[in-house]
């Protein structure tokens, strides 16, 4: 045994020590996030609720609001109100990330699973695709597999409140995993089909996957 190991200074490093294989056990200060930040690259947090869209907001009366599925199904549907809140109702809390660089934590959404009302219409095998079609005349695309994610939803509340006219009302897309502009406000209509068609942004000059964590922001 040498001197140092006798030490007072050797003790305090045993106990440095000891505490980090704790810290090691214990798991301590992993996110659960798989060794990556919740922020994606290039976002700043905002803590307000911004509003993105292209300038018309329409109102649609929910006892006019029609959501439709067709295209490769087998059972084309048209739900209305009362219908689509009969369906099995879930809550999600996720993260905005905007294109434009905000993102926005923990926004608990209520609502259809978006897989629950397509697979009520039955996709042929052949629907890869979808198109989601928005009442101001806007477009977006989704491969069919991330529209059946489990954290997809076509949500009616935000926070737990019903959605605000300029953030949807009443029925939006929330699709998590993409930049926000995958998520359609004011949806109408779910198109499947065999090959990809690019949407409104996705046609002008924005990536066509849109994952926040690829940092797939346009096409280029
Ligand atoms: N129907 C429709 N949905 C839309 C848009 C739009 O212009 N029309 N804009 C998209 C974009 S670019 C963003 S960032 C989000 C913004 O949603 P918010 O206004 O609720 O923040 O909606 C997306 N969904
Ligand atoms: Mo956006």
Redesign the pocket.
Known sequence: MSRDEKSPARGLRDKLIGAKQRWAREGRLLTGKAGRDRLPPGQRLVEG??????G?QPEIPLEQWRLRIDGLVRAPQVLDWQAFRKLPQIERISD?H???SWSRYDNRWSGVAAKTVIERAGPLPEARFAVLH?????T?NLPLAALLDDDVLLAHSWDGAPLER???APV??VVPKR?????????RRIELLSHDRPG??EERGYHNEGDPWEEERYSW
């Open positions: 609720r911004p509003v993105l869209d292209l018309i905005i905007c294109v434009t928005s009442e101001d005349g806007y977006t300029e953030h949807g939006r897309l930049y926000f502009w995958k998520s359609a406000k004011w949806v409104f942004w």
